[in-house]
């Protein structure tokens, strides 16, 4: 029998450079504050283990079942396309993570897993209709995240884990190399792949670089990218958000979305490559973005090609078919929303601002953010960001508090978009009412 217990932060693990796992790197700014206001009696100074467990205060985790019929794989004794990928299987990236869950049953593990707590080493509270939460493994912080394809997502962590070897064999500046400490389970239709903590991603630390280290690893991206177009690999997931960089090694931890060059069109390219690009808009300037992620071929590209329009840009066009013209116009202004903006002497994140968008509001009420963007000077838009990402904030916060459970989620963003619209309507009827006058 085993028991997850609510240890103390600094006796479980260690970072990739020998020091002890911190509760800070754990615990991210944004959710240090979320919690606090849950534990007004108990302020962060004095928190001895993750703040889940003063919120969850009994006992959470049963002992789990004593190991009956698991039968745990190793990936590279596998075929991946023949696997059967059912409760009683578990692949694991080698035989120590194996040792570590061979006297744990999936059933009794998915269960504990269900009350641990949420992943709050980023700066949002991500998108909950999935399962990702951190868990204690005998003593090991762990990252749970559901994965929808499970065969295609390990089958990228292999690829990418052959081509960063080989790309690892002639550098020596930064190596290159995914998540490798990992195991993957099946149950109850769910699919769980439990990777090593291994601290806060690029988004969350980049800021904190030395200039050398910015520069090394801008230098180190730039050729990884180009040897993997080289090799006819498109790895769309490269972002800061997927990215962590620990002194001379930078893991990759997300293979959802793995591309062979030859089966993507220009336009495609193209898509892929705004996208990118606006994923670093957080952290690094237009002109970083550019020097590490160029642009694609522009004269191959139809823009007067009409396509299906998705429900933001029906909404936001206001029509059901655009052109290719369309999509991409939408896409850069996208881009220009989600970067870095500043307002009263702070810093917006705009592609935060972005994740949580996606993740929480729907697209009609995205799409009027960038309707009355559209109408507003360039020169307002850090006014209009900075308030939105107020609204933001607390509906996060709140968010949290629902986890739980004491009270529902809030909806101040859309209530602040409406209120956003209305006045920027009624400053124009004024205004025409002025002039003509």
Same mark, same amino acid.
């Given at each position: 029998?085993?028991?997850?217990?609510?240890?103390?932060?600094?006796?479980?693990?260690?970072?990739?450079?020998?020091?002890?796992?911190?509760?800070?790197?754990?615990?991210?700014?944004?959710?240090?504050?979320?919690?606090?206001?849950?534990?007004?009696?108990?302020?962060? =100074?004095?928190?001895?283990?993750?703040?889940?467990?003063?919120?969850?205060?009994?006992?959470?985790?049963? *002992?789990?079942?004593?190991?009956?019929?698991?039968?745990?794989?190793?990936?590279?004794?596998?075929?991946? =396309?023949?696997?059967?990928?059912?409760?009683?299987?578990?692949i694991a990236s080698?035989?120590?993570?194996?040792?570590?869950?061979?006297?744990?049953?999936?059933?009794?593990?998915?269960?504990?897993?269900?009350?641990?707590?949420?992943?709050?080493?980023?700066?949002?509270?991500?998108?909950?209709?999935?399962?990702?939460?951190?868990?204690?493994?005998?003593?090991?912080?762990?990252?749970?995240?559901?994965?929808?394809?499970?065969?295609?997502?390990?089958?990228?962590?292999?690829?990418?884990?052959?081509?960063?070897?080989?790309?690892?064999?002639?550098?020596?500046?930064?190596?290159?190399?995914?998540?490798?400490?990992?195991?993957?389970?099946?149950?109850?239709?769910?699919?769980?792949?439990?990777?090593?903590?291994?601290?806060?991603?690029?988004?969350?630390?980049?800021?904190?670089?030395?200039?050398?280290?910015?520069?090394?690893?801008?230098?180190?991206?730039?050729?990884?990218?180009?040897?993997?177009?080289? =090799?006819?690999?498109?790895?769309?997931?490269?972002?800061?958000?997927?990215?962590?960089?620990?002194?001379?090694?930078?893991?990759?931890?997300?293979?959802?979305?793995?591309?062979?060059?030859?089966?993507?069109?220009?336009?495609?390219?193209?898509?892929?490559?705004?996208?990118?690009?606006?994923?670093?808009?957080?952290?690094?300037?237009?002109?970083?973005?550019?020097?590490?992620?160029?642009?694609?071929?522009?004269?191959?590209?139809?823009?007067?090609?009409?396509?299906?329009?998705?429900?933001?840009?029906?909404?936001?066009?206001?029509?059901?078919?655009?052109?290719?013209?369309?999509?991409?116009?939408?896409?850069?202004?996208?881009?220009?929303?989600?970067?870095?903006?500043?307002?009263?002497?702070?810093?917006?994140?705009?592609?935060?601002?972005?994740?949580?968008?996606?993740?929480?509001? *729907?697209?009609?009420?995205?799409?009027?953010?960038?309707i009355l963007l559209?109408?507003?000077?360039?020169?307002?838009?850090?006014?209009?960001?900075?308030?939105?990402?107020?609204?933001?904030?607390?509906?996060?916060?709140?968010?949290?508090?629902?986890?739980?459970?004491? =009270?529902?989620?809030?909806n101040y963003t859309?209530?602040?978009?409406?209120?956003?619209?209305?006045?920027?309507?009624?400053?124009?009827?004024?205004?025409?009412?002025?002039?003509?006058?």
């Open positions: 029998m085993a028991v997850i217990k609510n240890q103390v932060i600094k006796k479980l693990t260690v970072r990739q450079d020998g020091n002890p796992m911190e509760l800070k790197d754990i615990v991210s700014d944004e959710f240090r504050r979320w919690y606090a206001k849950l534990l007004p009696n108990n302020p962060p =100074e004095n928190w001895k283990m993750h703040p889940h467990f003063y919120l969850r205060s009994k006992k959470i985790i049963k *002992s789990q079942k004593a190991k009956s019929n698991e039968i745990i794989d190793i990936i590279d004794n596998i075929n991946l =396309e023949s696997y059967p990928y059912l409760k009683n299987h578990i080698n035989p120590e993570i194996a040792k570590r869950i061979s006297h744990y049953d999936t059933e009794s593990l998915l269960d504990a897993i269900l009350q641990m707590p949420p992943i709050t080493s980023s700066s949002i509270f991500e998108n909950p209709n999935s399962i990702r939460r951190l868990l204690d493994l005998d003593g090991v912080w762990c990252c749970v995240i559901e994965v929808s394809n499970i065969k295609t997502y390990l089958e990228n962590w292999k690829k990418l884990s052959q081509l960063t070897s080989k790309f690892n064999e002639y550098n020596e500046l930064i190596k290159i190399v995914p998540a490798n400490d990992w195991l993957q389970i099946s149950q109850s239709q769910k699919h769980l792949f439990i990777s090593r903590f291994l601290g806060q991603t690029l988004d969350q630390t980049y800021t904190k670089l030395s200039s050398t280290e910015k520069i090394n690893f801008q230098k180190i991206s730039k050729e990884f990218l180009t040897f993997c177009d080289g =090799e006819g690999i498109y790895w769309s997931d490269f972002a800061p958000r997927n990215l962590i960089l620990n002194g001379n090694q930078l893991n990759l931890i997300d293979f959802e979305h793995l591309y062979l060059t030859k089966d993507l069109s220009t336009y495609d390219r193209k898509i892929l490559s705004i996208a990118r690009n606006r994923w670093f808009g957080d952290i690094f300037s237009s002109e970083e973005v550019n020097r590490l992620l160029a642009d694609e071929k522009e004269s191959e590209i139809d823009y007067s090609l009409l396509i299906s329009a998705d429900n933001l840009e029906a909404t936001f066009y206001n029509k059901d078919r655009i052109t290719v013209g369309d999509k991409i116009s939408l896409l850069l202004m996208t881009n220009q929303v989600e970067r870095q903006h500043r307002y009263k002497g702070k810093i917006i994140m705009g592609h935060h601002m972005g994740l949580f968008l996606s993740d929480y509001v *729907s697209e009609q009420y995205e799409a009027k953010i960038y559209k109408k507003l000077p360039g020169k307002d838009w850090p006014k209009f960001l900075y308030h939105l990402n107020e609204f933001i904030d607390k509906d996060q916060a709140n968010l949290l508090s629902s986890f739980y459970g004491f =009270e529902k989620p809030s859309t209530k602040y978009i409406d209120s956003a619209i209305k006045d920027h309507a009624t400053i124009k009827r004024k205004d025409e009412g002025h002039n003509h006058g």
